[in-house]
């Protein structure tokens, strides 16, 4: 079941999953995020972002790119798929992706100062970037989801990420400046 969720004080408007919880709620978001999370780990981020100078068809890529160094992902692999069907938000260029980065959790150092290896995960990373040039903006909506293992990666994409992508709609514009 989804509820149609207002992000940035109903500016924006997209369908998230009802039982999945507002992350601010929890701890503090930055101003320019939006985001909800699973009891599973599953984290959706809606993102305004400047935007970048990159081409249409390679934003999804840079973006994913981008979000692998800041994870500090060891190995990542990152696939371009075709926008589904049914997007609301017109006069913008689509691109979206599939792609599954290697990442280290936790610490290298315990409290003692000891080292301690690092537990890596594999996190499936779902991503549609919305490149709105009237207001020199890229809209970004991600879902990112621990996987136990590659057999696990859902490579056309989440119900979750089909439904937020294709409900996503902006009521105010006055929100980009």
């Given at each position: ?26 701890r ?22 400047e935007?970048q ?31 589904p069907?049914?997007?609301n ?39 549609c ?17 621990p ?6 990666k ?8 089909h ?15």
């Open positions: 079941m989804y509820t149609n969720r207002p992000l940035y004080g109903g500016a924006i408007t997209c369908d998230i999953k009802t039982d999945w919880k507002d992350v601010s709620d929890i503090q978001v930055p101003d320019h995020q939006e985001c909800y999370q699973e009891i599973d780990g599953a984290v959706l981020v809606v993102e305004i972002l935007r100078k990159v081409s249409d068809a390679g934003a999804a890529a840079f973006f994913f790119k981008d979000l692998a160094e800041s994870n500090g992902s060891t190995e990542n692999k990152f696939e371009p798929k075709d926008i069907a049914g997007t938000l017109m006069n913008c260029s689509l691109c979206a992706g599939v792609g599954i980065q290697k990442v280290a959790m936790g610490k290298d150092h315990d409290m003692a100062g000891n080292p301690r290896q690092q537990e890596v995960r594999l996190v499936q990373v779902e991503m970037v919305f490149r709105l040039a009237n207001v020199g903006t890229d809209l970004l909506v991600t879902i990112s989801k996987i136990s293992d590659l057999s696990n859902n490579s056309s994409g989440s119900e979750p990420f439904k937020a992508i294709s409900s996503l709609q902006v009521r105010n514009w006055g929100l980009f400046g």
